[in-house]
C-alpha cells in the first residue's frame, strides 16, 4: 500500500530494478524475491505485478485502444462479458471514456501513457510500477497524470512504485524515496528530507526539487 519513488541519474540500474520487480529479468547472480516469489518464477510475479513502460508504444499494439486493454484479461480466459466491463472501468478510471475505438497511434503523449496505464490496471495487479511516467510529457500531461495516479492509489490499497530522475513530479504523489545510483542504495527517507539533502542530490547528479529549494531558502 505503499507509494514509493526511485530516483537517480540515467544508468543508475532504476529500470532494470522495476524489470526485475516484474518479472521481466532474472538476476544474472544472487536472488531477487517479489511478494516472496523468486524473480525466477516469472509467471506469478506478473499476475501480480504490473509494470508500465517508458514508452507507451511498446505496450500500445492493437488496432484500437479497447483490443489493447482487453489483450491481457482475454488471454486470461475471461469471458467477454467480463472483459468488456472490465475494459470499460479501466478507461474510465484514466479519464479515456469514448476512446475505446480510437486508434492508439492516433493518440496524444499523455492519452498514450493513461492508455497504457489503462492495460495494466484492468488485470488488477497488486504492485503498479512506472519507469519513467513523465518522459515526454507537457505540463498539462504531467497533472493529469498525476492525478489520476493518486487517485487509484487512495481508492484500493495499490503499492506504487516509480522509477524517475524527475524529482518535481514526486512530492503529494510519493510518502518515500530511495536515491539509487550505480546500482547501489545512497539514500532512502521522506520526499522532503531526502531532496533538502544537497549532497546526496549532488552526488546522484539529480537536480534540486523546485518545492525544496524554495521551502529551503524560506527557512
Known amino acids: ?17 522495476l524489470m526485475l520487480m516484474s518479472g521481466l529479468f532474472a538476476p544474472s ?24 513502460f517508458q514508452d507507451p508504444d511498446d505496450q500500445l499494439f492493437c488496432p484500437t ?12 480466459g475471461l469471458r467477454k462479458e467480463d472483459v468488456s466491463a472490465k475494459v470499460k472501468d479501466a478507461l474510465r478510471a484514466m479519464r479515456l471514456e469514448g476512446y475505446e475505438d480510437k486508434p ?28 519513467e511516467p513523465t518522459a515526454n510529457l507537457d505540463p498539462r500531461s504531467r497533472s493529469e497524470l498525476a492525478a489520476v495516479v493518486s487517485g487509484l ?3 484500493s490499497n495499490l503499492t506504487l512504485v516509480i522509477a524517475t530522475h524527475d524529482t518535481n513530479y514526486l512530492p503529494g504523489l510519493v510518502d518515500r524515496v530511495f536515491v539509487l545510483n550505480k546500482g547501489r542504495i545512497m539514500s532512502e527517507g521522506s520526499v522532503r528530507n531526502v531532496f533538502l539533502d544537497t549532497r546526496v542530490m549532488d552526488e546522484a547528479n539529480l537536480e534540486p526539487c523546485l518545492l525544496y529549494t524554495s521551502d529551503a531558502a524560506d527557512e
Do not use: W
Not at 547472480?29 to 508500465?52: C, D, F
Not at 493518440?107 to 504492485?127: D, F, N, W, Y
Open 1 to 17: 500500500g505503499e507509494r514509493v519513488a526511485i530516483v537517480g541519474p540515467n544508468g543508475a540500474g532504476k529500470s532494470t530494478l
Open 29 to 52: 547472480k544472487g536472488e531477487a524475491y517479489v511478494l516472496g516469489t523468486a524473480a525466477s518464477e516469472s509467471s506469478r510475479i506478473r499476475k501480480n505485478v504490473g509494470v508500465v
Open 65 to 76: 485502444l479497447s483490443e489493447d486493454v482487453a489483450f491481457g484479461p482475454l488471454n486470461l
Open 104 to 131: 492508439p497511434h492516433h493518440l496524444s503523449a499523455g492519452e498514450k501513457k493513461r492508455a497504457a496505464l489503462a492495460t495494466v490496471l484492468v488485470m488488477q495487479p497488486e504492485i503498479l510500477l512506472l519507469d
Open 153 to 155: 492509489c487512495k481508492k
